[in-house]
């Protein structure tokens, strides 16, 4: 039987190292289904794990999109499986590690279908978050479709957008055409979730962007700052850096704005990996045998 290991958990709990041993034991693979990790103008930013890391053991979908491209969950879940199948037949184990969400459920258990709406009605929405600023379209979404806004990237203007015109253009909410039934999927899917205490997550997240901006992140932010309006650089740790740029925060005030966004959206990760009662979770410092063995069971 096929078997996809899937690694989850909040920024910066430890989700590559754990990934990359698991992949030595079972000699096998890893899958990023981290949906900023695709792009290879986007290192430190994104945390793409550095070359010790990726000769550990192979990697697949790190880096191997450039930011001009329109690539989305739809095109992942695509080419995530068509890869898995491959893989699959030299070994029935497959390891996929990330953060981002609705990626890992569009591989595990397939995209949802939205009826398509008038595109004039997104056209107005970036319109509006352009003049009216993006709070005023969270707080919209927040009337229309509360359990959209509570689990949802809605700092990502992307996101934002689709789930709002959605609302808009059918007059029913977003969520209310998620989790129809799917295709079935041709392996055994275990998911593997870690966690911590939110003070332990929140002290590894304010280390990490330190780490960020000493290893380089304000030059590799000039270099994409000339694209900024780009969807895949409406992201944490860019977008704040966009504003410094501009002239309108102070860097020391951008970097605290990573840390607090980068914060909110460990919040969000775990509120939606939370939601699958079949993830087995384990604290950031469990011993790896121990979560190897509960695999093997």
Known sequence: MNTLITIVGPTAIGKTALSIKLAQ???????SCDSRQFYKEMTIGTAVPDANELAAAPHHFIQNRSIFEDYNVGSFERDALEKLNKLFLNNPTQIMVGGSGLYVDAVLKGLDYFPKVDPEIRVE??????VEGIEVLQEQLKQLDLETYTT?????????TRALEICIGTGQTYS????????????????????????????RINQRVDLMI????????????????????????????????D????????????????RRFAKR?????RKDPDTLWFDYKDDTDTIINKIKS
């Not at 304000?218 to 740790?237: F, H, I, R, S």
């Not at 925060?249 to 980068?262: P, R």
Request: glycine share 4%; net charge positive; hydrophobic share 40%.
């Open 214 to 245: 000493q290893n380089g992140l304000l030059d590799e932010a000039k270099t994409v700052y000339p694209n900024k309006a780009l969807n895949a650089l409406q992201t944490v740790g860019y977008r704040e850096l966009f504003e410094y740029f």
């Open 269 to 273: 990760q775990l509120t939606w990996f």
């Open 152 to 160: 949802t990237a809605i700092d990502n203007p992307q996101r934002l």
């Open 125 to 130: 929405l970036t319109k509006r978050i352009e």
């Open 247 to 262: 002239g309108n925060w102070t860097l020391e005030f951008a970097i605290s704005e990573i840390k607090k966004n980068t």
């Open 25 to 31: 034991h079972f000699n096998t693979n890893i899958l």
């Open 176 to 203: 209310s055409f998620k989790n129809k039934p799917k295709a079935p999927r041709n392996f055994k899917a275990i998911k593997i979730g870690l966690n911590a205490d939110r003070e332990i997550i929140y002290d």
